[in-house]
């Protein structure tokens, strides 16, 4: 690896290990051992790198996350509930692991009325991400369905984000995916 890849792995073991206020150049540079101006040649500034690594960090959870609609070696129930159940049974599944990455993303949505820049650069990942998860959770094609893709990427986005702060919070009592199934079906009426 050269000095841009090192930068941004040791900017992300920083966020996930002091967070986003707390980590530092001087921080950085350590973990990746290589000098401060290499901060400034490769990304124009400590605030650009921890952008580039924060978004690195929430683009692999989203890969985790979308592989969650698999194991790689079945497709996913035919039945939409089971579907939904197995696919958040995955994610659930990844709370603990991945516990360090929502914490880091709850601190940065605190940030962002401060920080435009961030704000901006937080706001296409977060749409791509919306259709991942209707890609990858769903099975719905953005490219063929978009407005369908747009609308249950959302759905599943805030899914996502209230049921991992639950988890962050109080993982004893954390929606499981049976919970979650079991809601779905009393909102859809499947269930009295």
Same mark, same amino acid.
């Given at each position: 690896? &050269? =000095? ?5 792995? &040791? ?16 921080? !950085?540079?350590? *973990?990746?051992?290589?000098?401060? *101006?290499?901060?400034?040649? =490769? ?19 989203? +890969? ?7 194991? &790689?070696? *079945?497709?996913? $129930? ?29 601190? !940065? ?15 296409? $990942? ?7 998860? *209707?890609?990858?959770?769903? &099975?719905? +094609? ?28 109080? $993982? ?6 049976? +919970? ?13």
């Amino acid at each position: 690896m &050269g =000095h841009k890849e090192d930068l941004l792995e &040791g900017a992300k073991r920083c966020l996930l290990e002091k967070g986003y206020a707390r980590t530092t150049a001087r921080d !950085v540079v350590a *973990a990746s051992g290589t000098n401060l *101006a290499s901060i400034g040649y =490769h990304y124009g500034s400590k605030d650009a790198l921890l952008q580039q690594a924060f978004l690195a960090l929430t683009e692999e959870w989203g +890969d985790q996350a979308g592989a969650a609609g698999t194991d &790689g070696t *079945a497709p996913l $129930p035919a039945d939409p509930y089971e579907r939904f159940r197995t696919v958040w049974e995955q994610v659930i599944a990844a709370a603990g692991p991945s516990r360090p990455v929502w914490k880091l993303q709850t601190e !940065v949505v605190t940030r962002i009325d401060d920080d435009e820049k961030l704000r901006e650069a937080i706001k296409e $990942p977060q749409r791509e991400g919306r259709l991942g998860m *209707a890609r990858s959770f769903l &099975g719905i +094609d953005p490219e063929q369905d978009p407005e369908k893709a747009r609308t249950a990427g959302l759905l599943c986005q805030a899914l996502a984000i209230g049921v991992m702060i639950q988890w962050l919070v109080d $993982p004893e009592t954390a929606p499981s995916a049976d +919970d979650l199934t079991e809601g779905l079906k009393v909102l859809t009426g499947e269930r009295d």
